[in-house]
């Protein structure tokens, strides 16, 4: 893929549905009784991936404008006869393993090449403290799961993570008592969000609590715009001069918006209105271009915007001073080595980073060129440098950018119109 620079980034966008709240609207509806409809279903191929699984475990899928998921409850999960595949999708193996491990079946969970270096024992220890047999192979995929009656839980994450969360939730709706997930940091929430519109009460007073054993019935689930993927449109409006974006019907989730504070902290003016509060909210963001300052990434912010932190980077390469992340290893169990590949398809570009084990630094200010840079099969590296190509002097060539599909199908042909004015 060759990306030239543009001069102005314009327009009026509506995102593909999200994909965190796409992969726990399937997997609730297979879990409950009925009909579940999910409009605005992300075509994101991870998503795909969670049909697939949840189809090969016998749960009929039917994708149309809508994704009809017809549930017929937890018991009605039938062994799957191959590996279930979660492809490139840590969110689709790690949730489903929550769903399994209820079951009293055995079945094995895998992944592509990249999902096979992420780890798994994080999720494997709390589902064995539950009373599933799980193996992982050298802590990461295959994983084994021998599934089976399982009790409720108090877990505390050592790692922020809301796929680990869910994950602990979805087994113990399937379990004996109440179990509880105890988080040091808030990480996302959909999971939470969601359950009550499936019929199930969530206790939040000092952790997440649900109660097993009581049915979910079936839902209506409108799936707003992935406000992940606006990240990246967002930072090409504020890396060009004369942008204007404008994205509407997009999730505005505050454990999901943490990168728009960091960008306003840089000097951005973005405006956001809300227009639908519940179950998550929804609305629109304004942004235009703007003269960008370094800024501070602490260890306590980056469990707002782990996956925000590739576009992020790229303001920051056009940002004047300093701009640094500390606390963020976790980006190196990501899709990619994030810290890695940022830090290197940049440097190509000719942005002075220095990486470090928990984080990166940038200074900022310095123009970028167009270079041969690699996405390493990561989507969010992927969009990240083709943002940043928009801003370079020449044009660039990124290797493996057809993985943008993996979270945001029609990234490029977004990214073109806006470059063409909108
Ligand atoms: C996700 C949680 C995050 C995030 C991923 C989606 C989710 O991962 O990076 O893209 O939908 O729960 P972790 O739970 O591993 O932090």
């Known amino acids: 893929m060759r990306i030239a620079p543009a001069r102005s980034f314009r327009g009026r966008f509506t995102l593909p549905g999200d994909k965190s709240i796409s992969h726990r609207a399937a997997i609730l509806g297979a879990m409950a009784e009925g009909e579940t409809r999910i409009s605005g279903f992300s075509p994101a191929a991870d998503c795909a991936s969670t049909l697939l699984c949840l189809a090969a475990l016998g749960v009929d899928v039917r994708r149309g404008p809508e994704v009809v998921i017809a ?12 590996v279930l595949d979660a492809g490139n999708s840590g969110s689709t193996l790690r949730m489903l393993a929550g769903v399994v491990a209820g079951r009293p079946f055995r079945c094995v969970l895998d992944g592509d090449h990249s999902l096979r ?22 802590g990461r995929p295959p994983l084994t799961i021998e599934g089976g009656p399982l009790r409720g839980v108090r877990w505390e994450l050592t790692v922020p993570s809301a796929q680990v969360k869910t994950a602990v939730l979805l087994a113990g709706l399937q379990a004996l008592g109440e179990t509880t997930v105890i988080e040091a940091a808030p990480s996302r929430d959909h999971t939470e969000r969601l359950l009550p519109a499936f019929g199930v009460a969530v206790g939040k007073g000092g952790g997440v609590t649900v109660t097993g054993g009581r049915p979910l019935r079936a839902a209506r689930v409108a799936v707003p715009g ?4 606006a990240a990246f449109l967002v ?35 973005i405006e956001t209105g809300i227009e639908q509060a519940d179950p998550e909210p929804v609305g629109w963001i304004a942004v235009r271009s703007a003269k960008l300052r370094g800024a501070d990434v602490p260890a306590a912010a980056v469990p707002a915007l782990i996956d925000e932190i590739p576009a992020l980077a790229v303001a920051a390469a056009h940002a004047e001073g300093p701009f640094t992340v500390t606390g963020a290893a976790e980006l190196r169990a990501k899709e990619s080595d994030r810290i890695a590949t940022l830090c290197e398809g940049l440097e190509r570009m000719g942005a002075h980073v220095e990486e470090r084990p ?9 123009p970028l060129r167009g270079a041969a840079v690699r996405s390493h099969g990561d989507h969010r590296i992927a969009m990240a440098l083709a943002v940043a190509a928009l801003a370079a002097e020449g044009e660039t060539e990124i290797q493996g950018a057809e993985c943008a599909a993996v979270s945001f199908p029609g990234f490029y042909a977004a990214l073109e119109r806006g470059a063409r004015g909108g």
């Not at 549930?71 to 191959?82: D, I, K, Q, S």
């Not at 928990?358 to 310095?366: K, L, M, S």
């Open 71 to 82: 549930g017929r409850g937890p018991a009605a999960l039938a062994p799957p006869r191959t």
């Open 117 to 138: 270096r992420r780890p798994m024992e994080r999720v494997a220890e709390p589902l064995r403290a539950m009373g599933a047999g799980v193996v992982t192979t050298g």
């Open 226 to 229: 992935d406000v992940s993927s």
């Open 235 to 269: 930072v090409a409006a504020l890396v060009r001069p004369g942008s204007e974006v404008r994205i509407e019907g997009v999730l505005l989730n505050p454990r999901r918006t943490a990168f728009l504070e960091v960008l306003r902290q840089m000097g951005a003016v």
């Open 358 to 366: 928990d984080g990166f630094t940038i200074q900022g200010g310095r």
